[in-house]
């Protein structure tokens, strides 16, 4: 368990993103993860098509959320995946505009890079229409993904909206982050995986326990 800032306590989920095989997202939901993450991303080595998505959702059971997750797409393909894909959550990773995001009637969390000169309260209000803002390490080269953590205080400068806290989490440090942040929630991706696409059952477990061992 966790708190929220107000003091109340609250459950800090677990996300497990960039899922690749169906086997993956069976382990993550029985393990007790909260959601699921699919990457409609093609330059990510855990990108999955509309076909492979659609096989890994069957094994999804009731009440795991299923996150759609993309990068300055092209609102078409947005449109085909949601036609074919049964997405609850839809997350943005580019530079997508407030309007963008809205577009698609349902519900979205927006990434933001944790560059020095980011106002996270200025994201915030850009992006009102948002159930999250999610909290990722910056880099010039990947859009999430990349292994490595952030200055987590920073975190706790978002006011009136839930926090998701991303960027290089693991076993080894996933419960420090909850205690530092709070978090509404967590996720994790390189961290505990044995392969790029690939889980390891054993670290989601881990990040899992870790998670849910922080009291308040």
């Given at each position: 368990?966790?708190?929220?800032r ?8 677990v996300?497990i ?23 409609f991303?093609?330059?990510s080595?855990r ?6 998505a659609?096989d ?26 949601l ?12 530079s997508?505009?407030p309007?963008?995001c ?5 519900r979205f969390v ?22 999250a ?21 920073r975190?706790?400068?978002v ?5 998701i ?5 693991s ?8 205690r ?20 390891d059952?054993k670290?989601m ?5 870790g998670?849910?061992?922080?009291k308040?």
């Amino acid at each position: 368990m966790s708190a929220d800032r107000s003091g109340v306590a609250v459950r800090t989920r677990v996300k497990i993103c960039g899922i690749t095989r169906s086997s993956d997202a069976a382990a993550a939901a029985q393990l007790g993860a909260d959601a699921i993450g699919l990457v409609f991303y093609a330059p990510s080595p855990r990108a999955v098509d509309i076909g492979t998505a659609v096989d890994i959702v069957r094994v999804v059971p009731p009440f795991v959320t299923v996150v759609g997750l993309f990068v300055d797409a092209e609102v078409e393909y947005v449109a085909e995946v949601l036609r074919a894909v049964p997405l609850d959550v839809l997350q943005f990773h580019g530079s997508e505009s407030p309007q963008y995001c809205s577009a698609f009637g349902r519900r979205f969390v927006k990434a933001v890079a944790m560059r020095d000169d980011v106002d996270l309260n200025q994201q915030t209000r850009r992006y009102h229409d948002a159930s999250a803002l999610l909290l990722d390490t910056h880099s010039d080269r990947l859009a999430g993904g990349t292994g490595q953590t952030f200055d987590w205080s920073r975190a706790l400068h978002v006011r009136d909206m839930p926090v998701i806290l991303a960027g290089g989490l693991s076993p080894d440090n996933v419960v420090e982050a909850v205690r530092v942040v709070r978090p509404y929630a967590v996720d994790v991706n390189s961290g505990v995986e044995s392969a790029k696409g690939v889980k390891d059952h054993k670290r989601m477990e881990a990040v899992i326990r870790g998670v849910a061992s922080v009291k308040t």
